[in-house]
């Protein structure tokens, strides 16, 4: 509890205990063993109607959090020797692990200058079923090739360019003005964690232009042969 629990007193006094409180008796409060941790044995403080421990058995109080998605209201007061100081409450919030999520993006491969709808090709997928908050995008060849509407068009992502999910619609990128090929990435946040990068290749190739084939008019002997190339 040290870790975010902090004491002082205007006289220089030390404490000399607390008197814990947890108001939905949810058994947060948790004194580990001598030469314990939070993670070794102890015992649940009951602190449904306050609990007192000695300033000596401070150094050995945890917070455990609950087994589901939960927030409660604690408060811990001090007692400097002579008299109690106010009650202080905090909100402990009990949350799941979190999975962070997965973006997926195929290769791509553009015309000169063609223009390319970013969300019909960016896919991403999250195993806790949490919405996407963030996108970020890299170009670390710095051409150029993403457009942003919110951003004023094109953005310089060859550091990384951060959105947010509101502006994901209005994100295209652009194939180059000559034939070229460069690894552009993407990740996305879930509001806890961000997915690994994830690389494609784009591809710009220039117009195809059809072949041609010449042959002139020829005269030959009746049953004659003549080698076409």
Not at 28 to 56: C, F, P, R
Not at 68 to 97: A, R
Request: glycine fraction near 10%; charged fraction near 25%; proline fraction near 2%.
């Amino acid at each position: 509890a040290s870790d975010f629990i902090s004491y002082s007193d205007a006289d220089g006094d030390a404490a000399s205990k607390y008197k814990l409180w947890d108001s939905e008796g949810g058994n947060n409060w948790w004194l580990a063993n001598v030469g314990q941790d939070g993670n070794g044995t102890g015992k649940y403080l009951d602190a449904s109607s306050g609990y007192e421990i000695s300033a000596s058995d401070y150094a050995r109080l945890y917070l455990r959090a609950d087994s589901k998605n939960l927030t409660s209201n604690l408060y811990i007061q001090p007692h400097d020797g002579e008299v109690w100081g106010n009650w202080q409450s905090f909100k402990l919030t009990s949350q799941m692990p979190n999975t962070k999520p997965v973006v997926t993006v195929a290769d791509q491969t553009v015309g000169l200058n063609e223009w390319k709808y970013a969300a019909d090709f960016i896919k991403h997928s999250d195993a806790d079923g949490d919405r996407i908050t963030h996108y970020e995008v890299k170009d670390t060849s710095g051409a150029k090739n993403w457009w942003l509407r919110s951003g004023g068009g094109y953005i310089d992502a060859s550091g990384g360019y951060r959105l947010e999910s509101s502006q994901f619609d209005g994100l295209w990128f652009k194939g180059d003005s000559n034939s070229s090929t460069q690894t552009l990435q993407v990740r996305v946040y879930d509001g806890r964690d961000w997915s690994d990068w994830d690389s494609f290749t784009l591809t710009t190739k220039a117009p195809n232009r059809k072949p041609i084939v010449t042959a002139s008019d020829q005269t030959l002997d009746k049953n004659g042969f003549k080698k076409a190339s």
